[in-house]
């Protein structure tokens, strides 16, 4: 299994989820740090990934290379992240064929309709508790 996790500024929602899946999912998981920024990649990377790129490019080709794109709904949308965020990244993510599990983090002025407004560790236990059903082929619906 192949996981993505996005995400920019500070890079401190990719480092916690990236902790988290260190800590619960097995070795062979291969999380892919991508960062709208060169902090942000730092960041995932010093928490466990096994390899991080950076940029509009990394984030568009590398979108159809995993099976799974983990971040928050803010990578659906263009110019999100303070525009760090580009639409041609929001575009790959979007049309790639990857599973997207997505925390509704209210960043990009995206208000979803019938999620309870949990703090981040919360939604990030319940992520993990979804990538591993998933690694062991339940559905998680």
């Keep these: 299994m192949r996981i993505a ?25 291969e999380i892919i740090a991508l960062g709208t920024n060169s902090l942000a ?20 080709f590398m979108a159809d290379q995993v099976d799974i794109i983990v971040g928050s709904v803010a990578v659906l949308a263009a ?11 929001a575009e790959a993510i979007a049309n790639s064929k990857a599973k997207k599990i997505l925390l509704p983090i209210n960043r990009a002025g995206i208000e979803i309709i ?19 059903k998933l690694r062991k082929g339940d559905s998680y619906v």
């Excluded at 110019?79 to 990244?89: D, Q, Y």
Aim: aromatic letters at 0%; zero cysteines.
């Design 5 to 29: 996790i996005i995400d920019g500024q500070g890079g401190g929602i990719g480092k916690h989820i990236t902790e988290k899946l260190r800590k619960h999912l097995p070795e062979d998981t």
């Design 41 to 60: 990649t730092a960041a995932m990377l010093k928490a466990g990934a096994n390899d991080g790129a950076t940029g509009e490019n990394a984030i568009a």
């Design 79 to 89: 110019n999100s992240m303070l525009g760090e965020l580009t639409p041609r990244m």
């Design 114 to 132: 019938g999620v309870v407004n949990e703090p981040l560790p919360h939604q990030i236990e319940k992520l993990i508790t979804v990538l591993i």
